[in-house]
C-alpha cells in the first residue's frame, strides 16, 4: 500500500471510530436489518425474488453508505483541528479529499440506485450531493447552514410545483449541478478551515451546538438584548436594596428564568402576533379574516405547551445551579431549619409559576382577542388556560433528590391531571348542566390546589431543598 | 475558652457502596489554620461539604459554634464564610452584580475590603462590566475568595481556592490570607494540593485518607518529628516505634517505616543497617496517603 492510501486508510478509520469503537459492525448489522425487514415486506407486496433481492440490495446499500456518510463526516471534521490544520497541513488535504470521494460516491451510488424506481434520477443526484453538502456546512458550524438546509427542503416537498422538464434539458441540469458543485467546495472550505481565528471561532459554534442539544446546555444562560438587559438589571438592584430574600432567591436561577425575561418574551410574541394580524387585517381577504377569527385561538393554544417546558426549564436550572445554591443555603438571609428554608424556596418558586403561567394565560388570551375569536371561544380558551393550572405544582417537590428532577414524570402527571380534569368535566356536564370546559376547568384549579397542599405538606418533612439534586 | 468552633463526632459518608468518611472525627479550634491534605477522591470536598450541612451525613453529628449544622441560626451563619471547588458561580451576572446580591444576603458587609481587594486583584472598571461567564478560571476563583471574605467571615471555609490562580494570583492570595484574615484570628480550613502554598499559611495539617482523619498537628511539629526508618526486616519486624504512622515491607525485605516522633527512636535509630531520613511535606503526604 502505497503512502497516500495508507493515510487514507488510517483516517477513514480514525474519522468512523471518533463516535463508537465499533461503528462498521453496527452499521454493517443496522444494513442487514434494515435489507431484511424491506426484502420481507417487498415480497409479501409483490412476490417477485427479483424484485425483493433488487430493494434489499439498494437498502442494504443505502443503509451502508449513508451510515458511514453519517459517522465519518462529523468525524472528519473534528480531526481538522485548528493546530492540525497548520501543523499537518497534508493530513487536512487527505480529510478533504477524502470527504470529496465519500461524497461523490455516495452522490453517484443514490443516483444509479435510483434508476427503475419511481423516482427521477436527476433529481436523485442533485438532491442527495446538496443534501451531503448542506449536511457538511452544518457540521462546519457555518451562520448559514440553517438557512441553507431550510431552503433545500422547499424543491424536496415541493417537487411537484417545480417546472416540467427543469432537468430534462442538458442546461438545466447542468446549471443545477454546477450549483451543487459551488455548494459542495463552499461546504468543503467551511468545513476543514485551515486555523486561524476563523477556525477556533467555528468550533466554538460547534461546540455550542452540540451543547445546545443537552438539556443543561439548552437552558443555559445567553447573553440577551440591551433593552431585556437593562430592564432586568434594574429590578435586581431594586431588589438587593430591599434585601428581601424571597425576590434575591427569585434571580438565583439566572436572568432568563426571572419573570421579567419572561414578560418580555410574551411581549414580544405578543408584538409580532399584532404586527401580522394587523397585515392580515389590512391586506388579506374576507375568506382568510374569517378563518382566522375562527381559527386563530387554536394557534395561540399551541402557547399552553409552554408551561410543560417552563417546568423542565426550571429543573433543569435547578440542577445546574446547585453550587450557588450552596452559598444561598448558608446566607443569614434564609431561613436556619430545612421546614422554613424549604417553605421559602417553594413559596418564591411557586409564585414565579404562577405569575408565568398568568403571564401566559394573558398573552393567549390576548392572541385569541386580536384574531377576532368570538366571546364563546375566547371563554373556551380561559378554560384551557385553567387546564395547565396543575402544572404550577410541579415546582414543588422534594428538591434535594434527583430521583423526578427530569424526565417523563412531569408530562404524564401533565397527561393524568388533563384527562381526570375533563372527565370530572364530563361527570359535571351531566349531573349539573355545566359547560364540559368549565367543569374541567374547574377540576384543574382543585388538582392545582391539592397538588400545592400537598407539596408544602411534603417540603415539611423534606431535608433542604438545596442544593438540589444532591441525594439519589 | 478552647471549645472547639467545630466539632466532627463519628461521621460516615457513602455514596453508593463506596465508603467516603469512615465513622471520621475532628475539631477545629478557635484560630487554627488547618490544611486539609489528601490524595484526589479522598473526600476533602465532602468533608468541606458535611462540616457545613451541604450534605446530608450517613451517621454522626455536626456542630459549628456549638450548634447543629443542620439549625444553624442566623448570627452563626454571618460568621461563616465559604470558597467551593466550583468558582464559576452566578455567572450571568457581573462582578458588581454579584457582590451586590451577595452583600444583600448577610447583615454585615465590609464595602471597603471588597473594594481595596478588587483593584488589588486587577478588577478594573472594564472587568467589572464583564459577565462573571467572560472572566478567565483565575478570576472566576478571585472573585469568589472576595465574595467570601466580603461578611469578614470568623470561620472561613475554602475548598481547594488556589487551584486555578496562576503564581501571581497564589501570592496575592496567600498575603491576604496572612495579613487580611489569619492576623485577626479567623479560623480557616482549606484542602489544597499545593503543599509550597501549605507550608507558608498553615499552622496545623490533618491528612484525611479511608474516611479518617488518619494525621493531624502542627506543621513545624509534624516536620521535625516526621522521620522514616529503613532497614532490613530481621531488625526493624516486630519493633513498635513510637508514633508509627505506615509501614511498608519492599520485595527485597526491607522494612520502611514513617513515624511522626523521630525523637523517641532511641536504639533502633543507632543499629548498624538501619538508616534514619527527616522527611519533607511532600514526602510526608506521599507516605501518609499513600
Not at chain 1, 159 to 174: I, K, Q, R, V
Request: proline share 3%.
Amino acid at each position: 500500500m502505497n503512502a497516500a492510501l495508507r493515510d487514507y486508510h488510517l483516517l477513514w478509520r480514525m474519522a468512523l471510530s471518533i463516535r463508537h469503537a465499533r461503528t462498521n459492525t453496527i452499521l454493517f448489522g443496522f444494513a442487514v436489518f434494515a435489507a431484511l425487514c424491506v426484502g420481507a415486506l417487498v415480497q409479501l407486496e409483490e412476490r417477485e425474488p427479483l424484485h425483493t433481492a433488487s430493494a434489499a440490495v439498494r437498502v442494504a446499500l443505502a443503509s451502508l453508505l449513508g451510515g458511514w456518510m453519517v459517522y465519518f463526516v462529523p468525524g472528519a471534521v473534528k480531526l481538522n483541528t485548528p493546530f492540525t490544520a497548520r501543523m499537518v497541513p497534508r493530513m487536512r488535504r487527505r480529510l478533504m479529499g477524502l470527504t470529496t470521494l465519500v461524497w461523490a460516491i455516495a452522490t453517484a451510488s443514490a443516483t444509479l440506485m435510483s434508476f427503475d424506481t419511481r423516482m427521477v434520477p436527476a433529481f436523485v443526484f442533485l438532491g442527495t450531493g446538496s443534501w451531503i453538502a448542506a449536511y457538511g456546512l452544518g457540521l462546519s458550524g457555518h451562520r448559514a447552514a440553517g438557512a441553507v438546509q431550510c431552503a433545500l427542503v422547499f424543491p424536496v416537498v415541493f417537487n411537484s410545483s417545480l417546472p416540467a422538464g427543469l432537468f430534462d434539458s442538458l442546461a438545466g441540469l447542468a446549471v443545477a449541478t454546477l450549483l451543487m458543485l459551488a455548494l459542495g467546495a463552499f461546504a468543503l472550505q467551511a468545513m476543514f478551515m485551515n486555523g486561524g481565528e476563523k477556525h477556533y471561532a467555528a468550533c466554538e459554534a460547534r461546540a455550542l451546538q452540540s451543547e445546545r442539544l443537552s438539556a443543561a446546555g439548552q437552558f443555559r444562560e445567553r447573553k440577551e438584548r440591551k433593552f431585556g438587559a437593562a430592564l432586568y438589571l434594574r429590578v435586581l438592584r431594586r431588589d438587593c436594596r430591599a434585601r428581601d430574600s424571597g425576590r434575591l432567591l427569585g434571580h438565583l436561577m439566572g436572568a432568563q428564568n426571572h419573570w421579567v425575561y419572561r414578560a418580555i418574551m410574551l411581549g414580544r410574541v405578543v408584538a409580532v402576533a399584532a404586527c401580522a394580524l394587523l397585515g392580515m387585517r389590512l391586506f388579506a381577504s374576507v375568506d382568510t379574516k374569517d378563518m382566522a377569527a375562527a381559527t386563530g385561538w387554536i394557534f395561540a393554544s399551541a402557547l399552553l405547551l409552554v408551561p410543560l417546558f417552563d417546568s423542565e426549564r426550571r429543573n433543569v436550572r435547578l440542577k445546574d445551579t446547585a453550587a450557588e445554591q450552596a452559598l444561598f443555603r448558608l446566607a443569614p438571609a434564609m431561613p436556619g431549619a430545612a421546614p422554613a428554608f424549604n417553605r421559602k424556596v417553594d413559596g418564591v418558586l411557586l409564585r414565579g409559576a404562577l405569575l408565568e403561567w398568568a403571564m401566559l394565560a394573558g398573552t393567549v388570551l390576548i392572541l385569541s382577542a386580536m384574531s377576532g375569536a368570538s366571546a364563546s371561544s375566547m371563554f373556551m380558551q380561559a378554560c384551557f388556560c385553567c387546564l395547565t393550572l396543575p402544572l404550577v405544582g410541579a415546582s414543588l417537590r422534594n428538591h434535594a433528590h434527583r430521583a423526578g428532577l427530569l424526565g417523563w414524570r412531569l408530562f404524564l402527571g401533565a397527561a393524568a391531571s388533563i384527562g381526570t380534569s375533563v372527565a370530572a368535566g364530563v361527570a359535571l356536564e351531566r349531573a349539573l348542566g355545566l359547560p364540559l370546559t368549565a367543569g374541567a376547568a374547574l377540576a384543574s384549579i382543585v388538582i392545582a390546589l391539592a397538588v400545592v397542599a400537598g407539596g408544602f405538606a411534603r417540603s415539611r418533612t423534606a431535608p433542604f431543598a438545596f442544593p438540589a439534586g444532591r441525594l439519589a | 475558652m478552647n471549645i472547639p468552633i467545630v466539632r466532627l463526632s463519628s461521621i460516615s459518608k457513602h455514596f453508593g457502596r463506596s465508603t467516603v468518611l469512615d465513622g471520621l472525627d475532628w475539631q477545629v479550634m478557635p484560630g487554627q489554620v488547618i490544611g486539609l491534605l489528601g490524595r484526589n477522591g479522598a473526600g476533602k470536598s465532602t468533608l468541606l461539604e458535611c462540616l457545613l450541612g451541604l450534605r446530608e451525613t450517613d451517621g454522626g453529628s455536626v456542630t459549628i459554634y456549638g450548634e447543629d449544622v443542620n439549625a444553624l441560626s442566623d448570627a452563626t451563619r454571618a460568621r461563616i464564610g465559604y470558597v467551593p471547588q466550583k468558582s464559576d458561580l452566578f455567572e450571568w451576572m457581573t462582578p458588581r452584580q454579584m457582590l451586590d446580591y451577595v452583600k444583600a444576603l448577610y447583615p454585615r458587609w465590609n464595602d471597603a475590603k471588597v473594594d481595596a481587594l478588587l483593584a488589588r486583584w486587577g478588577f478594573d472598571g472594564g472587568m467589572q462590566d464583564k459577565p462573571i461567564s467572560k472572566l478567565s478560571g483565575g478570576e472566576q476563583q478571585r472573585l469568589s475568595i472576595i465574595r467570601a471574605l466580603g461578611p469578614d467571615p470568623e470561620l472561613l471555609i475554602l475548598d481547594e481556592p488556589v487551584s486555578a490562580l496562576d503564581p501571581v494570583g497564589r501570592r496575592d492570595f496567600l498575603r491576604e490570607l496572612i495579613d487580611g484574615v489569619i492576623e485577626r484570628g479567623t479560623t480557616v480550613v482549606f484542602s489544597t494540593h499545593i503543599l509550597s502554598d501549605l507550608e507558608r499559611v498553615a499552622l496545623d495539617i490533618a491528612f484525611l485518607k479511608d474516611g479518617r482523619i488518619t494525621l493531624q498537628g502542627q506543621l513545624d511539629e509534624l516536620l521535625e518529628g516526621a522521620r522514616r526508618v529503613t532497614g532490613p526486616g530481621a531488625l526493624l519486624d516486630g519493633v513498635a516505634l513510637a508514633g508509627e504512622v505506615r509501614r511498608h515491607r519492599s520485595l527485597d525485605g526491607t522494612v520502611s517505616v514513617v513515624t511522626q516522633n523521630g525523637a523517641a527512636l532511641g536504639a533502633v535509630g543507632t543499629q548498624a543497617g538501619v538508616r534514619v531520613e527527616t522527611l519533607s511535606l511532600e514526602d510526608l503526604f506521599i507516605e501518609v496517603t499513600q
